[in-house]
Nanobody
Framework: QVQLVESGGGSVQAGGSLRLSCAAS????????MGWFRQAPGKEREGVAA????????FYADSVKGRFTISQDNAKNTLYLQMNSLKPEDTAMYYC??????????????????WGQGTQVTVSS
């Protein structure tokens, strides 16, 4: 079992930055793919950024390429999402997720086994 706790959300103006953190605890050795997802009111949950740990380059949604960066600190069992040049359309609840296998399409929500409770990001114009 893996527990995921997100933090770092908040309210910023357009053009600002935030860094989200996802602290993992429990049986973290079972985390092969990890990702960040977001869900705005009335919309589907969508993949923002993901990484297959120890296996290749990260994945990004087209809408965030060049603005968001996913990274991890293995010593701290923490996943990060650095978000720069934020836009009002980035407003959403952001979730961290972990999978017990390497996912071929880690930006898709299916296949993830564990989810955090989310952290709200609000970007005003």
């Amino acid at each position: 079992q893996v527990q995921l706790v997100e933090s770092g959300g908040g309210s910023v103006q357009a053009g600002g930055s935030l860094r989200l953190s996802c602290a993992a605890s429990g049986y973290t050795y079972s985390s092969y793919s990890m990702g960040w997802f977001r869900q705005a009111p009335g919309k589907e949950r969508e993949g923002v950024a993901a990484i297959n740990i120890g296996a290749g380059s990260p994945f990004y949604a087209d809408s965030v390429k060049g603005r968001f960066t996913i990274s991890q600190d293995n010593a701290k069992n923490t996943l990060y999402l650095q978000m720069n040049s934020l836009k009002p359309e980035d407003t959403a609840m952001y979730y961290c997720a972990s999978a017990r296998t390497w996912l071929s399409s880690p930006l898709f929500r299916y296949g993830y086994n564990y989810w955090g409770q989310g952290t709200q990001v609000t970007v005003s114009s």
